[in-house]
């Protein structure tokens, strides 16, 4: 009889295919019994088209956000963090190290538990394309190798989907790394407008002028500056000084507040006299006489034993230069004079001409907002309200800050004294730090940069004093402060999200290629389970050759030869030898069901199986004796028994149609009431069979193993003799 090798031709009441012999006797999927539930076919979770679907989605999705993410940060900067009071699940720390490595590792897990499931699969998928090696198709584990070896073995079978599901595998296990390095946090400034802050000064001439406490106040600090190196205190920048505001008490990280206010400028215009003496009038005093370059002069005597150190130091008004006559308004003269260091000890003079000018500007102060002090200063325009600072008498004449009319209070003439001295004291105490006071003297413009430097600190200081009273209003500011930012880091971001990208079209592909495949083959339960293996290969005679401790070398040795398939009609792993290319049929498993005209039709045909020699008496047992035979009682079989066996071998063997082959068949039991007997029992007699399953075991016992590692299963009720 020639091999069939369509469905086909099986369906127009030809005989099942050849290769299929050892599954002749199960029964077709939907018909092991009246009202049976057909069987669906077993699918795993993570290969079922939804979860694939929202997998892949997932993944594109999250791919296109980092992107997204990446120019948004890079266009504005970052991302803002929640404050500090806020929820700490959304703290920077969660949002930059635990959140992106916990989205992508439930992402992960699930592709990992399809790459099981892939890997679990695929012996399936081989056996349904039909003949192929026991290496091939019984003995691949893909689930238990390594990742080299899955690799290794992927490339020899040519398993192209198991290597592109590994490969998928190994790139996945990047993503936590590169999620946890994707979000930096960093300090960057951040710009708040629409501020007001609440101003408490307004320009005007401050009515305890006349008692010289800010005066005095601002020499005592210039005098402290120079000695400790103090920078000008709040609202003070250089010459400027700004109305006083109150500063936002919420505590920011290296803020800036920019606020619009008014704000005093105060030039002291020094210059160096256009001509000096130092002369002795013929006693022990000496005298210091200079003039401007506006042609004013003045002069000071003094007497240079009258301190120890041998310095002097001052600072007297030019009378009769400019257009005021009040001695608080007019120009002043800073001198001083020591001795060099020579054998002579030759007496040296120095004086610097200052005339004070002061306007008034609406302007931008930057002021500091850790230590309140103003950084920058940026003029808008002239300060046009009325006041009688830059209107009224005053009319804007600035104070010289260091003469005053006398007195007759003891205490505001002592304050003038302090005034003069104090910052007088505080330029030459400048100039005689290291390297000394005579470098200061030899250079034209020496006491000129110092002068300027210390007596404009003190101006600008009596100005925030003098020239500013109290008032309250609103004044528009913005702040800029460093705030934590969440950035996108570009490098990881665009490392992500092409791994991300990659994973889900080979999802995608995997999924839509394997998909197709799994057609092929019929399976009812997780492949993982020894039942569901014994399920599949109980009726499969090759079975037979196999024990429970055989080892894989051994287990191919033995298989060696065969070539393995799973039958279309019932999913059953059979095994023939070498027959060649065996067709199977492509797309949705059709079920072959069985035509129902004799039981003769249904037994083996001697020369298309490959174990039909295994039912004989010749070598089909490994180690002696079958295993059916090691079932049968001791002693062996009655001769008669012997050979009434060895007649139904020939008659299989042959391919005898007999009468009474044919009936002898006929008694065997239906497959779906006699699951529990195998193949080769079936063949014997009734009373023989009655015989041997009575000296077996007759009580009821449950499934267990024996110590060589077997697993077996005694009958379920006595059988009696």
């Known amino acids: 009889m020639s091999r069939m090798s369509t469905p086909d031709a099986y369906s127009a009441g030809m005989h099942h295919p050849p290769s299929y012999r050892d599954a002749m006797y199960v029964p077709s999927r939907g018909l092991v019994g009246p009202g049976a539930l057909e069987p669906k076919r077993y699918r795993p979770m993570t290969l079922r088209t939804w979860v694939v679907a929202v997998v892949v989605l997932m993944l ?7 992107e997204a993410s990446l120019a948004y940060s890079n266009k504005n900067g970052g991302f803002a963090t929640p404050e500090r009071n806020a929820l700490p699940t959304f703290s920077p720390r969660f949002l930059t190290a635990f959140f992106p490595t916990l989205l992508v590792a439930g992402l992960l897990l699930i592709w990992q538990s399809s790459d099981r499931s892939y890997k679990e699969l695929q012996p399936y998928i081989v056996l349904a394309r039909g ?8 003995l691949a584990n893909y689930s238990g190798l390594s990742v080299y070896s899955t690799i290794v073995n992927a490339i020899k079978f040519r398993h192209y989907l198991i290597l592109l599901s590994t490969v998928v595998t190994l790139l996945g296990s990047f993503l936590q790394p590169l999620a946890g390095s994707i979000i930096q946090p960093e300090q960057r400034p951040q710009t708040t407008n629409g501020i007001f802050v609440q101003s408490s000064k307004t320009i005007g001439l401050a009515p305890d002028v006349g008692q010289l406490n800010a005066f005095q106040a601002a020499a005592g600090f210039a005098e402290a500056a120079v000695f400790h190196g103090l920078p000008d205190p709040p609202f003070v920048h250089g010459g400027w000084s700004v109305a006083e505001f109150v500063l936002p008490d919420k505590p920011v990280l290296d803020g800036v507040l920019f606020v619009n206010t008014t704000a005093i400028q105060t030039t002291p215009n020094c210059e160096v006299p256009q001509t000096s003496t130092l002369s002795t009038p013929g006693t022990s005093s000496f005298t210091i006489q200079a003039t401007n370059s506006a042609g004013c002069s003045a002069s000071v005597t003094f007497d240079p034993e009258s301190t120890t150190s041998g310095t002097q130091y001052g600072v007297v008004s030019v009378e009769n230069c400019g257009q005021s006559t009040q001695i608080e308004f007019e120009p002043v003269m800073f001198w001083f004079f020591h001795r060099k260091t020579d054998d002579i000890q030759t007496p040296e003079g120095a004086a610097v001409f200052c005339h004070p000018t002061i306007k008034a500007f609406n302007v931008v102060a930057e002021t500091n907002l850790n230590n309140g002090s103003i950084s920058s200063i940026t003029g808008l325009d002239i300060v046009t309200t009325s006041n009688n600072v830059t ?16 007195s007759s209070d003891t205490f505001v003439q002592a304050r003038a004294t302090s005034i003069r001295s104090g910052v007088s004291g505080a330029i030459f105490r400048y100039a005689s730090q290291v390297p000394g006071v005579q470098p200061t003297f030899d250079d034209p413009n020496g006491f000129l940069n110092i002068t300027n430097r210390v007596y404009t600190q003190h101006l600008s200081i009596s100005a925030k004093s003098i020239y500013f009273v109290d008032g309250t209003s609103s004044a528009p500011a913005k702040m800029v402060s460093l705030v934590p930012r969440l950035l996108i880091d570009p490098l990881p971001a665009h490392a ?47 079975g037979e050759k196999l024990y429970p401790y055989d080892d894989d070398e051994t287990l191919a040795r033995k298989l060696a030869g065969l070539s393995f398939s799973l039958d279309p009609r019932t999913g059953a792993v059979v095994a023939d030898r070498d027959v060649g290319p065996v067709t199977v049929p492509v797309g949705l498993v059709t079920p072959y069901t069985v035509t129902p005209y004799s039981q003769a039709e249904l037994r083996p ?14 070598p089909y047992y490994d180690d002696g004796q079958s295993q059916s035979s090691r079932l049968l009682p001791s002693p062996a079989l009655s001769e008669k028994h012997r050979g009434h066996d060895r007649a139904s071998s020939r008659d299989l063997e042959e391919g005898s149609s007999s009468r009474g082959s044919v009936q002898e068949m006929r008694q065997l039991p239906a497959y779906s009431q006699d699951d529990a007997e195998s ?29 060589r590692g077997a697993v077996f299963s005694d009958a379920d009720t006595q059988i009696s003799g």
Do not use: C, W
């Open 60 to 66: 594109l999705g999250l791919a296109i956000a980092i």
């Open 131 to 138: 003949n192929v090696t026991a290496a091939e198709g019984l």
């Open 391 to 406: 209107g009224g008498t005053q009319n804007g004449q600035a104070y010289n800050s260091l003469k005053f009319a006398n």
């Open 496 to 542: 992500l999200a092409v791994v991300l990208t990659f994973i889900g079209l080979s999802a995608l592909f995997l999924h839509i290629v394997h998909s197709r495949q799994r057609r092929r083959f019929f399976l009812a339960a997780s492949p993982g389970s020894i039942a569901h293996i014994i399920s599949m290969t109980a009726h499969a005679r090759f």
């Open 605 to 618: 045909r001697a020369s298309s199986s490959a174990f039909s020699a295994t039912i004989s008496s010749e």
């Open 679 to 707: 193949s080769t029992a079936r063949l014997l007699r009734p009373a023989d069979e009655k015989r041997r399953l009575g000296a077996i075991n007759r009580d009821t016992r449950s499934p267990s193993s024996s110590p």
